[in-house]
């Protein structure tokens, strides 16, 4: 494989005077991407970010960036006998990202901490040190795509639509982008793994992480209570004509849109329940029937945006979950406040407050926002 295949990384310099720096989680893509940038030349230097207590994370499978990860990060490293450092932040990433997502929950909303672990951990934190290492780039292992515009780097989604990682990366600012490269952006998942097993690697067959981080065996609701002791309280749970229909043990144990675990059918048709919204004031939870979910207009504000001035309102596709397709939109962004309302062609189901709205031009980012918690009104 030459540097040419590796997805343009359109450097000025040969390999051999490049230096870049390989974000390693010790995970397989992280590790391939170190691989196939030793292969081609590149004088590479790992780093890999500890992100919190060593103990959660050995008892937690399928997590990245503590404990067993780092260990695998460090066995890649010397294999390809490229310096590599670890570097202590789990002070930063529990007040930017940990804490964020507790408080998040408790205003009702679906927070996405791995957005704002990209934003205001892995690539602020890394990019500065990259730079004080003289680094020319800083790679990842991410599968989504910098392509080279008129108007500089722009962000696409990855040929692997399975795996495109772009709707975690629309926060990425354009002087960040202009220094990142992601030489997997045009591979699938096997791919990678037969780089891996190619480079005889120790995390060929890794499996890849699940859920978040930081919450062991996926309960969020046990990681609020941690953080934030005596902030769950328990309310109604009262259905979308005013009904109350039983009672909660507090609002955290419930998203936009969930089914399960409500064990209540319709008070009226015995059709399932679906929560509508949260109202953390009251702290109630307001259920209804599937078409109660219905929504075609939104607001979103903190708009990121990665491509030039458009006419407003803009004609675009969104994404509002990350793993719903892209639906066709129009989107009006006051460039001012950073603020903008969506209205898409067709109605859509579980429109979150706490998630993201990602902006696309076919495989092109536009940009994104965070999607607002409306106002209950009864």
């Given at each position: 494989m030459t540097?040419?295949?590796l997805?343009?990384?359109?450097?000025?310099?040969?390999p051999?005077?490049t230096?870049?720096?390989?974000?390693m989680?010790?995970?397989?893509?992280?590790?391939?991407?170190?691989?196939?940038?030793?292969?081609?030349?590149?004088?590479v230097?790992?780093i890999?970010?500890?992100?919190?207590?060593?103990g959660?994370?050995?008892?937690k499978?399928?997590?990245?960036?503590?404990?067993q990860?780092?260990?695998?990060?460090?066995q890649?490293?010397e294999?390809?006998?490229?310096?590599h450092?670890v570097?202590?932040?789990?002070?930063?990433?529990?007040?930017?990202?940990?804490?964020?997502?507790?408080?998040?929950?408790?205003r009702?909303?679906?927070?996405i901490?791995?957005i704002?672990c990209n934003?205001?951990?892995?690539?602020?934190?890394?990019l500065k040190?990259?730079?004080?290492l003289?680094a020319e780039?800083?790679?990842?292992?991410?599968?989504?795509q910098?392509?080279?515009?008129?108007?500089?780097?722009?962000?696409?989604?990855?040929?692997?639509?399975?795996?495109?990682?772009?709707y975690?990366l629309f926060a990425t600012?354009?002087?960040?982008l202009d220094y990142?490269?992601?030489?997997?952006?045009?591979?699938?998942k096997?791919?990678?793994?037969?780089?891996?097993?190619?480079f005889d690697?120790?995390?060929a067959?890794?499996?890849?992480?699940?859920?978040i981080c930081?919450?062991?065996?996926g309960?969020?609701?046990?990681?609020?209570?941690k953080?934030?002791?005596g902030?769950?309280e328990?309310?109604p749970?009262v259905?979308?004509?005013?009904t109350i229909?039983?009672?909660?043990?507090g609002?955290?144990?419930?998203?936009i849109?969930?089914?399960?675990?409500?064990?209540?059918?319709d008070h009226n048709?015995?059709?399932p329940?679906?929560?509508?919204?949260?109202?953390?004031?009251?702290?109630r939870?307001i259920?209804?029937p599937?078409?109660a979910l219905?929504?075609k207009e939104?607001?979103?504000?903190?708009?990121?945006?990665?491509?030039e001035k458009?006419?407003?309102?803009i004609s675009c596709?969104v994404?509002?979950?990350?793993?719903?397709?892209?639906?066709?939109a129009?989107?009006?962004?006051?460039?001012?406040?950073?603020?903008?309302?969506?209205t898409l062609?067709?109605?859509?189901?579980?429109?979150a407050?706490g998630?993201?709205?990602?902006?696309?031009?076919g495989?092109?980012?536009?940009?994104?926002g965070w999607?607002t918690?409306?106002?209950?009104c009864?």
């Amino acid at each position: 494989m030459t540097p040419l295949d590796l997805n343009n990384l359109g450097f000025k310099k040969a390999p051999q005077e490049t230096r870049v720096v390989v974000a390693m989680s010790g995970g397989v893509d992280s590790s391939v991407t170190a691989a196939l940038m030793v292969e081609a030349g590149f004088d590479v230097v790992g780093i890999t970010l500890q992100l919190y207590d060593h103990g959660m994370a050995l008892q937690k499978k399928g997590a990245c960036c503590a404990g067993q990860d780092i260990y695998d990060a460090a066995q890649v490293a010397e294999k390809l006998n490229f310096p590599h450092y670890v570097l202590d932040y789990e002070s930063i990433f529990k007040q930017s990202v940990i804490d964020g997502f507790a408080d998040g929950y408790l205003r009702g909303e679906t927070p996405i901490p791995c957005i704002q672990c990209n934003q205001k951990v892995k690539f602020k934190d890394l990019l500065k040190a990259s730079k004080d290492l003289n680094a020319e780039a800083l790679i990842t292992g991410h599968y989504v795509q910098r392509v080279k515009g008129p108007n500089g780097a722009e962000l696409h989604r990855s040929n692997d639509k399975s795996k495109d990682q772009s709707y975690f990366l629309f926060a990425t600012r354009q002087d960040e982008l202009d220094y990142l490269r992601f030489p997997l952006g045009h591979m699938d998942k096997a791919e990678t793994r037969r780089h891996g097993q190619r480079f005889d690697l120790n995390v060929a067959d890794k499996p890849d992480s699940q859920d978040i981080c930081f919450v062991p065996n996926g309960s969020y609701a046990q990681v609020v209570q941690k953080l934030r002791p005596g902030a769950i309280e328990p309310g109604p749970i009262v259905h979308v004509d005013g009904t109350i229909l039983g009672q909660h043990k507090g609002i955290i144990h419930y998203t936009i849109g969930q089914r399960r675990g409500l064990a209540l059918g319709d008070h009226n048709s015995g059709d399932p329940l679906y929560v509508i919204r949260l109202d953390p004031k009251k702290h109630r939870v307001i259920v209804g029937p599937k078409e109660a979910l219905a929504q075609k207009e939104f607001a979103v504000h903190d708009i990121n945006w990665l491509s030039e001035k458009m006419n407003d309102p803009i004609s675009c596709q969104v994404k509002v979950r990350s793993t719903h397709n892209p639906i066709e939109a129009s989107v009006h962004v006051d460039f001012q406040t950073l603020s903008g309302k969506v209205t898409l062609t067709e109605n859509t189901y579980g429109i979150a407050p706490g998630q993201a709205c990602v902006f696309y031009d076919g495989d092109r980012v536009l940009g994104g926002g965070w999607i607002t918690r409306e106002e209950i009104c009864d």
